[in-house]
Each structure stands twice: as C-alpha cells, then as structure tokens.
DNA sequence: GAGGTTATGGTAACAGTGTCAACATTGCAG
DNA sequence: CTGCAATGTTGACACTGTTACCATAACCTC
C-alpha cells in the first residue's frame, strides 16, 4: 500500500521537516496570548503535532527552549528599534525614538519583553553589548557629554533605566499604558537637558 | 489514652493556631532563597506541617498567597524606603535616598521584589497611589518643579521609572549590581539637574 | 543497491504540581 | 449539652517536566 503524497498536506511522516524551528515560531506565536508561566512544554508540542518528548532532542530542556525564544525576542527588539531610528531620520530625534520603540514593543509583546528579561535566561547575554540599538544609544550619548568615558556610560545608564522602568511599571499596571505618558516621560528637552 | 500535652512541642492537635499567618512567614522565607516560579503551595504547606488543601481555608487559590505575600513586601519595602528617608534627614538628600534604598531593597529581595510588581498579582493595588515613600517622592518633586502639576507628576514617573529600571536590569544580571554604580545613577546633580 | 550508523520521533512511566469533592475534627453559641 | 460553622485531612484528577527505552527514517560506506 503505497501513500499518496501528492496532495496538499505534507503529511510529515515520522519526521518532521524542521522541528526547532517550528517549535520556536510555535512558542513565539504562544507568546502573544499566553502569560510566560503559562506556557507549557507540551502544548507547543501538540500545537506542532509531535510528541512531548520529542522536543528533548532539539532542546535539553525548557529553559533552553525559552532560551531560544529570548533570542529571537532580542532580535525582533533590535530591528524594531533600528526601523524607529531609521524612520526618525537617524539625527538628534533618533535618541528618543529609540527610547520610545523601546517601550512600545514592551507593551505590543508584554510576554516576550518579559521573557528577554525575567529569570528563564542565562546570564551573559546582555543587550546592552552587540546591539544595534547600544551602538545607537552610544552614539547619541557620545555626542551629547562631549566623548567623555565616565559621563557617556552614566548616561547611556540612565537612558536605558528610564525607558526599561517606563515599560516595566507599564506592563505591570502600575502606570497608565497610553502614548501620550511615553512621549511625556522620554522628553529630551525635560529628561536629560543637557 | 490521654496524650500527654504539658511538653515542651505545643503540639497543635488538628487546629494550627493561626494558619494564614504561618503560611504568609513561610513564603516569606521561602522567596529569600527560592525564585518565584518555583515557589510551592504544597511545600509551604508542607513546611508548616500542615495537609496541601488545608491551604484553601484561608486562599482561594495560589494567586491569593501570592498576592498576599507580594502585600507584605510592598510594607516591607515602604517602611525600608521610610527609613532610609529618615536617615537622610528628610531633606533634599531624601530624595536619592528612598530612590538607592528602593534599588538595594531589590538587590536583597530579589524574589520578593518581582512578586510586588510581576504577573502574579491582580492590577489595582498601585504602590504609587497611597504610599509613604510615594507622598514623599511627591513632595520632593513638588519643590523641585515649584508646584507645578503637570511637571511635578512627569517628574516623579521619570524618577520612579529610573530607580525601577535600575532595579530590574542589575536584577536581571545586565547591569553590575554593585552600589557604586547606584550612587552614580541616582545623582541628583547629573540625573534630573533642575 | 545493501547494510549498518546516526539522527530523530514515539511510549510508558515517575515525581511533582494546583485544585476539587467528600469526610473528620474542633471550638463556639444557643 | 447540642448543633453548627470553622478548620484540617484523604483521595483523586488532570496536568506538568523529565527520563529510560523502543521505533523509524535518513544517510553513508562498500
């Protein structure tokens, strides 16, 4: 008995064609709904359509798993991030952009942002390093201390504080989640008047 | 057979003294040395010496132990912040202080710190609304703006928002958490020179 | 192409969790 | 003293992450 496979669906006998991948973009999509304790190992994998253990040889265990999907929110953060320097023409209003992409992607994601942080993740791996919004923020800081060492890191510091406390207390409902309280607060000509 | 119940065990035959309490310390305890998604009813009822279900008497679920002991840790941190106020004198220098204090609370409460804010409570409960070190905040700012509405309370969000961020991020293991790079944060000089 | 090796997936099971229903014990009010 | 309400226990259920062991498929060498 031979099986047809010449129809629509791919049948995916036994193996499955690229299971981390489509655990990981399964776990993205679980993300957008699901709050970070709530998502289980295994309902991705029945979401996949693979058996629980199976993920166990893509991944050692669910941390690892949440591991991955961290990354991949790092990356989304930093292109989002990027577009909003970009489209704010990448001069002096760029700063602040950034700082606003910041927390609006905190709140379009709360469960991501949340995992890119929070303790399902290694240490180590700081945003702050390699990333193209810190080579951003280090620019404008740069400019506005006049290149000096001690003054650019407090700086960059503090720049980063304000927008990942504003999207943090945000998230948790301790502020008002509105537009008009993020451009408030990441004023440059109240914030850092320099 | 009578029990002997003049010994040095008060023995607790069936009805614990004041169970909701007990369980309230016991999670206490137990978020100083374990993270907060590993935190168990049935351990800390365990610890108590006590049935997992006896638990629901004064619960109704594990959100409400949760939500009581993140009650608990907002006082906690209140009084703390209180202090260090006072310490300061109350005056201007007050200002930073409850700002270093809120960030060392953290750093020495780690678990307990992210249960106050986290997912793990129900929104409402603000700790910026009828807080001590809020009025405080709210005082320090009022001087500082002249009394003016609008900048008084911009001002106090970008100064919350900066020690939460501060917070979170050595928390989270991307900023160093060492108390030289608090002090250099919370400078009143360099971070809000009005 | 045949046969063995390796990567990948499945089954069964275990300890642990939060929660519910039904039952037991205690303290208090009448 | 008696009955009731408060409090605690037992047993069970569905679910979780994880492991040991078995099954299938792909690939590589001869």
């Given at each position: 008995m031979v099986t047809v496979?010449?129809?629509?669906?791919?049948?995916?006998?036994?193996?499955?064609g690229d299971l981390r991948a489509a655990l990981v973009a399964a776990g993205l999509k679980a993300l957008e709904t699901t709050a970070i304790a709530d998502l289980s190992l295994r309902q991705l994998?029945?979401?996949?359509?693979?058996?629980?253990?199976?993920?166990?040889?893509?991944?050692?265990?669910?941390?690892?798993?949440?591991?991955?999907?961290?990354?991949?929110?790092?990356?989304?953060?930093?292109?989002?991030?990027?577009?909003?320097?970009?489209?704010?023409?990448?001069?002096?209003?760029?700063?602040?952009?950034?700082?606003?992409?910041?927390?609006?992607?905190?709140?379009a994601n709360p469960a991501l942002f949340r995992l890119i942080f929070g303790e399902c993740r290694d240490v180590g791996q700081s945003i702050f390093g390699d990333n193209l919004a810190a080579s951003l923020l280090r620019d404008k800081a740069m400019k506005a201390t006049g290149s000096d060492e001690e003054a650019t890191r407090r700086l960059m510091i503090q720049a980063w504080a304000v927008v990942h406390g504003l999207a943090m207390l945000m998230l948790d409902g301790q502020l008002p989640a509105d537009e008009a309280l993020i451009d408030q607060v990441i004023d440059p000509k109240t914030l850092f008047p320099v």
């Open positions: 496979s010449t129809l629509q669906q791919p049948v995916r006998s036994y193996h499955h994998a029945r979401e996949v359509g693979v058996s629980a253990t199976a993920v166990y040889r893509h991944f050692p265990d669910k941390q690892a798993l949440m591991q991955a999907l961290a990354c991949e929110g790092i990356e989304q953060l930093g292109r989002y991030q990027q577009a909003a320097a970009a489209a704010a023409g990448n001069n002096a209003a760029a700063f602040g952009a950034t700082g606003r992409a910041y927390v609006r992607f905190a709140l």
